[in-house]
């Protein structure tokens, strides 16, 4: 039986940049960093001759998500990955709170955000208990879409 998600990977090409991206930018925290090889992973991905590091964060709640880099084999960057309505996995969602103090200090970190923060149209999603839904997207700094929401009466 399925309890809940345990981790969130991305493959990255630059893994310290990415790693300070989301432990100073985002404040996660760095909880373990390791190179990963052999025929267990290998067989585990479905390649051949892996060699990996990886780092991983943590959030206070929520699953951990897993930074990695292969050293072998190298991948390539799908086409259209950044784009909003391309078929597969598209973003990760951190719920936060006070979004907009979050917002305004990422700003002043160089995050562009899409939009300004948005409410979702109770005409068009109703939330329990009159809840409202704000949220805002934005990009990591290899493109990932990244979303903040924010759940309040």
Known sequence: MIERIDHVNIVVADLEMMTAF???VLCLKVTKEVRIHGEWIDEVVGLTDVEA???????????????????SPVGGRPAGIEISNSIGLRHMAFKVDAIDELVAKL????VKFFSEV????????????????????????????????????
């Open 118 to 153: 948005r409410t979702v149209p109770t005409a068009q999603v109703q939330y329990a208990g009159g809840v409202k839904k704000r949220l805002v997207y934005f990009r990591d700094p290899e493109g990932n879409l990244l979303e903040f929401c924010e759940y309040k009466k």
């Open 53 to 71: 590091d990886v780092v991983y964060l943590d959030l206070a709640d929520g699953p951990r998500i897993e930074l990695i880099q292969y050293r």
């Open 22 to 24: 989301y432990r100073d």
């Open 107 to 110: 700003r002043l970190s160089g």
